[in-house]
């Protein structure tokens, strides 16, 4: 039977705001998901994260859980405004907030689970939105960023050895400042690309940092996760077999290329023209490289036609129906999910062959459709989920035992029902269910499937 390799890291992942909530306690101070949340009709149910999953206060039965489906691996992220409240470099730090994700990572380790990491998984402080325009400042927020990378570095590098800088910037800058339906809600057609650009410096500057003054003692390593839906032509035609190309590079190439190879990619180049901002010939020389792994986001397969009227994904229309009516999988709870493995395996191979880099898969997941409104042994009992979890690991067994690409870890998303942004509670990609009234935590079927899965797909 095919294998993955002994030091094959799997588990869960997690973002702060989606499940931390105690959002005005511990010395945090807010975050522009905070403003963001309160806006009227932003958030589909009115919702929020000040309580999300309460793992602030619950943090050690989470770890138990993670302990208890067998776990190698959790991936969490950091609450800037937790560690430095107004979130700038001359701002007061939060001993509290340290001591948190200390504690934490602490118990983590003592249940023989690895922490992996991320900085940045949205939240920024509030305080620097006000103070500069937060992402849309190059010279500040840089300075801020890696300002506040360093305290991480300072005060968890000891027990931290697996660090993701930023996670998912295609969602920060184009849901966030061109579509205006994330936080902070800007509409523009030339602030998402200064915010990927400055996100970009801000990863690169951190990664130096870390190479230069902690790797050789702290003995970890550090990249970017990306987001990507394999790309599949609508048909054989081949102005969409070039409109498939095109939706890579308005997803991913936009970021991977030049972080992995020093540009940004002809087709962006020639849509968005002057308002791509240029890297500077010492600015580049920080971000070609800068990241030691190629850390992936993936949810799902899209049929891709050319034409739209989207900027986001290069005016393209992408889709789940095939020519011939069908659908590319069992489809879930909104358009990310919908079961497509064979995707899964061709994107993996398309990643090892363009970047050569290790992989970590760090989430993957899908929400049944209207668990929200099943009874608990319903929700529970999650066959979609299922479906799509071994269709997944099935698909990545391939690309590791045959063709040779190094995927080195993968993380579900997400170990709990949590607070999904601009879907507030109502869709649930947790392996664990979450009684939003008691916070009581029910695993559901699926979470003993995956547990068993790798425990019998890893080399003992
Ligand atoms: C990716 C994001 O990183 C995560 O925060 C989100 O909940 C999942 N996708 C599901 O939409």
Request: hydrophobic share 35%.
């Given at each position: 039977?095919?294998?993955?390799?002994?030091?094959?890291?799997?588990?869960?992942a997690?973002?702060?705001?989606?499940?931390?909530?105690?959002?005005?306690e511990?010395?945090r101070?807010p975050s522009i998901?905070?403003t963001?949340?309160?806006?009227?009709g932003?958030?589909?149910?009115?919702?929020?994260?000040?309580v999300a999953?309460?793992?602030?206060r619950?943090?050690?039965?989470d770890?138990?859980?993670?302990?208890?489906?067998?776990v190698?691996?959790?991936?969490?992220?950091i609450?800037?405004?937790?560690?430095?409240?107004?979130?700038?470099?001359?701002d007061?730090?939060?001993?509290?907030?340290?001591?948190?994700?200390?504690?934490?990572?602490?118990?983590?380790l003592r249940?023989?689970?690895?922490p992996?990491?991320?900085?940045?998984?949205?939240?920024?402080?509030q305080?620097?939105?006000?103070?500069?325009?937060?992402?849309?400042?190059k010279?500040?927020?840089v300075?801020?960023?890696v300002?506040y990378?360093?305290?991480?570095?300072?005060?968890?590098?000891?027990?931290?050895?697996?660090?993701?800088?930023?996670?998912?910037?295609?969602?920060?800058?184009?849901?966030?400042?061109?579509?205006?339906?994330?936080?902070?809600?800007?509409?523009?057609?030339t602030?998402?690309?200064i915010v990927?650009?400055n996100?970009?410096l801000?990863?690169a500057?951190?990664?130096?940092?870390y190479?230069?003054?902690?790797?050789?003692?702290?003995?970890?390593?550090?990249?970017?996760?990306?987001?990507?839906?394999?790309?599949?032509?609508?048909?054989?035609s081949?102005?969409n077999?070039e409109?498939a190309?095109?939706?890579?590079?308005?997803?991913l190439?936009?970021?991977?290329?030049?972080i992995?190879?020093?540009?940004?990619?002809?087709?962006?180049k020639?849509?968005i023209?002057?308002?791509?901002?240029?890297?500077?010939?010492?600015e580049?020389?920080?971000v070609?490289?800068?990241?030691?792994?190629f850390?992936?986001?993936?949810?799902?397969?899209?049929?891709?036609?050319?034409?739209?009227?989207?900027?986001t994904?290069?005016?393209?229309?992408?889709?789940?129906t095939r020519?011939d009516?069908?659908?590319?999988?069992?489809?879930?709870?909104k358009?990310?999910?919908?079961?497509?493995?064979?995707g899964?395996?061709?994107?993996?191979?398309?990643?090892w062959?363009?970047?050569e880099?290790l992989?970590?898969?760090?989430?993957n997941?899908?929400?049944?459709?209207?668990e929200?409104?099943?009874?608990?042994?319903?929700?529970?009992?999650?066959?979609?989920?299922?479906?799509?979890?071994?269709?997944?690991a099935?698909a990545?067994?391939?690309?590791?035992?045959?063709?040779?690409v190094?995927v080195?870890?993968?993380f579900?998303?997400?170990?709990?029902?949590?607070f999904?942004?601009?879907?507030?509670y109502?869709?649930?990609?947790g392996?664990?269910?979450?009684?939003h009234?008691t916070?009581?935590r029910?695993p559901?079927?699926f979470?003993?499937f995956?547990?068993?899965?790798?425990?019998?797909?890893?080399?003992?």
């Amino acid at each position: 039977m095919a294998r993955f390799p002994q030091d094959f890291a799997w588990g869960f992942a997690t973002a702060s705001y989606q499940i931390e909530g105690s959002a005005f306690e511990g010395g945090r101070g807010p975050s522009i998901w905070d403003t963001f949340c309160k806006l009227p009709g932003k958030i589909r149910d009115g919702s929020n994260g000040d309580v999300a999953t309460d793992s602030y206060r619950f943090w050690k039965v989470d770890v138990a859980l993670l302990k208890s489906y067998n776990v190698k691996a959790y991936r969490f992220s950091i609450s800037w405004s937790r560690l430095i409240p107004l979130g700038g470099r001359d701002d007061p730090v939060n001993p509290e907030g340290i001591a948190f994700y200390r504690t934490l990572a602490e118990e983590l380790l003592r249940n023989g689970i690895t922490p992996y990491v991320t900085l940045y998984h949205w939240d920024l402080p509030q305080g620097l939105h006000d103070r500069y325009g937060g992402w849309l400042n190059k010279v500040e927020i840089v300075k801020d960023y890696v300002n506040y990378a360093k305290l991480c570095f300072d005060s968890f590098g000891d027990l931290v050895k697996n660090w993701i800088t930023h996670n998912e910037p295609w969602v920060i800058s184009c849901l966030g400042y061109q579509k205006g339906v994330f936080a902070p809600g800007h509409k523009s057609d030339t602030e998402p690309w200064i915010v990927a650009h400055n996100l970009i410096l801000a990863h690169a500057h951190a990664v130096k940092l870390y190479r230069e003054e902690y790797k050789s003692i702290q003995g970890g390593h550090i990249g970017i996760t990306l987001d990507c839906h394999w790309q599949i032509p609508y048909d054989d035609s081949p102005e969409n077999i070039e409109a498939a190309k095109k939706g890579i590079d308005f997803k991913l190439g936009r970021f991977a290329d030049p972080i992995y190879k020093g540009y940004y990619p002809e087709r962006v180049k020639q849509i968005i023209g002057d308002r791509l901002p240029v890297f500077t010939e010492e600015e580049l020389t920080v971000v070609k490289g800068s990241s030691d792994f190629f850390g992936l986001n993936t949810y799902t397969s899209q049929l891709v036609k050319e034409g739209g009227t989207d900027e986001t994904n290069g005016y393209i229309t992408v889709g789940h129906t095939r020519p011939d009516g069908t659908q590319l999988g069992t489809v879930g709870a909104k358009n990310i999910c919908v079961v497509n493995p064979p995707g899964f395996r061709s994107l993996l191979n398309y990643l090892w062959k363009t970047y050569e880099k290790l992989i970590y898969v760090t989430e993957n997941g899908f929400a049944v459709k209207d668990e929200h409104q099943m009874s608990l042994p319903e929700a529970l009992h999650d066959k979609d989920r299922l479906e799509y979890f071994e269709g997944y690991a099935n698909a990545m067994l391939g690309p590791v035992s045959e063709d040779g690409v190094p995927v080195k870890g993968y993380f579900g998303w997400s170990l709990l029902d949590n607070f999904e942004w601009t879907d507030g509670y109502e869709t649930r990609f947790g392996v664990t269910y979450v009684d939003h009234a008691t916070q009581k935590r029910y695993p559901k079927e699926f979470a003993r499937f995956l547990s068993k899965w790798f425990t019998e797909h890893i080399e003992p």
